[in-house]
């Protein structure tokens, strides 16, 4: 059975008389199965892009565009195949003129399992010094019936007190440069009783080590929040 999922890639570039290179970026270092991203390019000259993908490969779900002091396009796309993974490069005319952008590579995780309860810690290389961690959490909530008044009930989800989302320290860390961002989803109640209901949790921090030749250590101190459930392994970052 062929798997499916949506991420998000991220392709900026602006052009003008001086260069026609294009550069394409990811957002997302390592997207799994089920995460949706966007392909997409700026630019205050083009008013539309064609996203030119091997059908094999992508499926473009659909278009966005967005306009402010440059345009910017995007498409929401689906992958096809989990592993490693490219897009590019993607040429197209203009004005007379053939632009073209790199080619990016990135692998594809696989999807994370049907539970309602765990966590999942990710470290993806970008080059020698710097590395993306990601923390995929999920914690299990509890349905919650209140009565509005007599004739009506509300039925809510909501994430049971006894876990919170796990986090780096970056406060704490020397050594290092590190951005970060993160999302949550919605917490829906399940009616029927046999489903699974849970807050789904995902940060991405980006770490980049400052001095060459001291390697940075991530212990399990490093983080807050992690379950004892979880059996956490040192992060090493040349």
Do not use: M, W
């Given at each position: 059975m062929i798997k499916h999922f949506f991420f998000f890639i991220a392709l900026f570039?602006?052009?003008?008389?001086?260069?026609?290179?294009?550069?394409?970026?990811l957002s997302v270092p390592q997207p799994r199965l089920g995460e949706s991203f966007y392909l997409s390019f700026s630019s205050d000259t083009l008013s539309k892009q064609i996203f030119n993908l091997a059908p094999e490969k992508f499926?473009?779900?659909?278009?966005?565009?967005?306009?402010?002091?440059?345009?910017?396009?995007?498409?929401?796309?689906?992958?096809?195949?989990?592993?490693q993974n490219e897009i590019g490069p993607l040429t197209f005319e203009f004005n007379g003129h053939t632009y073209k952008t790199n080619v990016i590579k990135f692998t594809v995780a696989?999807?994370?399992?049907?539970v309602g309860r765990g966590i999942w810690l990710r470290k993806v290389p970008v080059n020698d010094s710097t590395v993306y961690i990601i923390?995929?959490?999920?914690?299990?909530?509890?349905?919650?019936i209140t009565r509005p008044n007599i004739n009506s009930i509300s039925m809510t989800a909501e994430v049971n007190s006894d876990e919170k989302e796990a986090r780096l320290q970056t406060d704490s860390i020397e050594n290092a440069k590190i951005e970060e961002w993160g999302s949550s989803s919605d917490t829906k109640p399940d009616f029927t009783g046999t489903g699974l209901s849970y807050g789904s949790y995902y940060k991405c921090y980006k770490v980049t080590v400052l001095s060459i030749g001291k390697p940075l250590v991530l212990t399990k101190q490093a983080f807050e929040n992690l379950p004892?459930?979880?059996?956490?392994?040192?992060?090493t970052i040349n």
């Open positions: 570039f602006s052009i003008n008389c001086y260069s026609q290179a294009l550069q394409l970026d499926r473009v779900n659909s278009y966005s565009a967005f306009t402010g002091a440059e345009t910017s396009f995007s498409a929401n796309i689906e992958a096809i195949h989990i592993g696989d999807s994370l399992p049907n923390i995929d959490q999920r914690i299990p909530a509890h349905n919650r004892d459930y979880y059996k956490f392994e040192n992060i």
